[in-house]
């Protein structure tokens, strides 16, 4: 079966802008949840929906937002951008919220903000 | 609130010897523990779950409840054993946390 699949790959953005990244979950998974990865602080997770809405938030600031659609396919957005946005966001797709048995990531997507 | 500690956010060892990745957590109730693994260039994935007390590539990790932690240790780590590895717990109310992680360097 697909993986889950995020897009873009790779972005560079300046600062002030606005990104959105896409991801499109396992096919019957309802549960996408989002995280940032840095090399300092490890995986810090932002948020996660189930049935399009939010079930669970991180400690971010509310410059990061998302939502989830009918077909389980999430967004989400930063606005405002600053250089400590760079990162990686990680995308991760399982059956029910929070379960650790089915959950699978994506490859990511690569913020690089100048 | 739940919450998982890595106190190591890196750690090498050398090929042969055995290696320990420490994690404690914090749960009120039962918890349910996992270990994800993540090779350079690879996506996250899961390596095992306390539940299935499984052996995966050699490693194993034993739930202490009264200790409150899941360490992961292999006896003998080998070079393709490198890469982060991150602990993560989910509880009763469906949220998944993650530890920050340790990168582990196995050195030939």
């Known amino acids: 079966k697909a993986g889950v699949t995020q897009t873009p790959r790779y972005l560079i953005k300046t600062r002030g802008q606005q990104v959105t990244l896409s991801c499109s979950p396992i096919?019957?998974?309802?549960?996408v949840s989002w995280y940032q990865q840095t090399p300092g602080q490890g995986l810090q997770f932002l948020f996660e929906?189930?049935?399009?809405?939010?079930?669970n938030k991180g400690n971010f600031p509310g410059r990061f937002s998302g939502r989830q659609f009918s077909n389980s396919r999430s967004e989400m957005n930063v606005s405002t951008l600053e250089l400590g946005d760079s990162a990686l966001y990680l995308c991760?797709?399982?059956?029910?919220?929070?379960?650790?048995?089915?959950?699978?990531f994506g490859e990511g997507s690569w913020l690089t903000v100048v | 609130a739940q919450r998982v500690t890595q106190p190591e956010k890196l750690l090498s060892v050398f090929k042969g010897a055995p290696v320990e990745l420490k994690c404690n957590y914090s749960?009120?109730?039962?918890?349910?523990l996992f270990w994800y693994v993540q090779y350079s260039r690879q996506r996250l994935q899961l390596l095992l779950r306390?539940?299935s007390r499984e052996s995966i590539k050699g490693f194993t990790a034993d739930l202490n409840k009264g200790e409150t932690s899941f360490h992961l240790k292999k006896p003998f780590a080998q070079e393709e054993d490198s890469a982060m590895y991150y602990c993560?717990?989910?509880?009763?109310?469906?949220?998944?946390?993650f530890g920050k992680g340790t990168l582990l360097t196995v050195n030939p």
């Open positions: 991760a797709s399982s059956l029910v919220s929070g379960d650790g048995n089915t959950i699978y």
């Open positions: 096919s019957g998974h309802r549960s």
């Open positions: 929906y189930f049935s399009e809405t939010q079930r």
């Open positions: 749960y009120s109730g039962s918890p349910e």
């Open positions: 306390h539940i």
């Open positions: 993560a717990l989910t509880g009763s109310n469906y949220k998944l946390t």
